[in-house]
Structure formats: structure tokens, C-alpha cells
């Protein structure tokens, strides 16, 4: 059973930065495609980036450039950088993963039914 813990969540303002990690059980990072998601309330959760075994990473259109996943291989967590952070960014963020190396193709890799696996999320809030 995959198990995924987020942390890093907190409070910024319009502008500032923020980095989340979503530490995983053993042959996760690196064996399996993973991703972030966030919902907002009242919104349906979104996908915010994937990232596959190897490297290949796909962005939503609404962070591309001002977000980052990376995998720490050696501490079997997952990233996310955020910057340049908007109000519309608020949202709880949380930690995906596949059964799978390879991620779905395309925006697909963004869909929340592809990730069976979900982390309890960690909550980001940004101010103007």
C-alpha cells in the first residue's frame, strides 16, 4: 500500500513563495508516476503537475513557469516549488501516485482518475 504525507502548507502573500513535499513509502519516488493536486472550496480538484520515472513532467496551463516538481530520490520525497504565488492559488494541495512508471499522456497525466494513491493534503493560503 502506497502511503503519501504533504507538509509545507502554510500562509503567503500574493507574490511570495512556497515549497510543499509529499514523503512517500519506499518504491514510490522514482518507481511510480506521481503528481499534485489541489482543490479550492466549492472547486473541483485539479491537477497541478505529474512527474514520471523519468522526469518527464506536465504542467497546468495555470502554473506553468511558476511551478516545480522534482523528486528527491535519496529521501523518497516529492516536491512541489511554487512562486510568484496568486490568490487563486489557495487551495489544499495534495500528493498523487500511480501504479504505474510511466504517467498517462498528454493533459491525461493531470486527470484525478488516473492516481489511486492520495495523501491527507496540506493546506496553502495566499493573500493579496
Known amino acids: 500500500q502506497v502511503q503519501l504525507v504533504e507538509r509545507g502548507g502554510g500562509s503567503v502573500q500574493a507574490g511570495g513563495s512556497l515549497t510543499l513535499s509529499c514523503t512517500a513509502s519506499?518504491?514510490?519516488?522514482?518507481?511510480?508516476?506521481m503528481g499534485w493536486f489541489r482543490q479550492a472550496p466549492g472547486k473541483e480538484r485539479e491537477g497541478v503537475a505529474s512527474?514520471?520515472?523519468?522526469?518527464?513532467?506536465v504542467y497546468a496551463d495555470s502554473v506553468q513557469g511558476r511551478f516545480t516538481i522534482s523528486p528527491d530520490y535519496a529521501k523518497n520525497t516529492l516536491y512541489l516549488q511554487m512562486s510568484s504565488l496568486k490568490p487563486e492559488d489557495a487551495a489544499m494541495y495534495y500528493c498523487?501516485?500511480?501504479?504505474?512508471?510511466?504517467?498517462?499522456?498528454?493533459?491525461?497525466?493531470?486527470?484525478?482518475?488516473?492516481?489511486?494513491?492520495w495523501g491527507e493534503g496540506t493546506q496553502v493560503a495566499v493573500s493579496s
Open positions: 498523487a501516485a500511480t501504479p504505474t512508471a510511466q504517467c498517462a499522456l498528454g493533459p491525461a497525466a493531470l486527470e484525478r482518475s488516473e492516481y489511486p494513491y
Open positions: 519506499v518504491y514510490t519516488v522514482g518507481f511510480v508516476c
Open positions: 512527474i514520471d520515472t523519468a522526469g518527464n513532467d
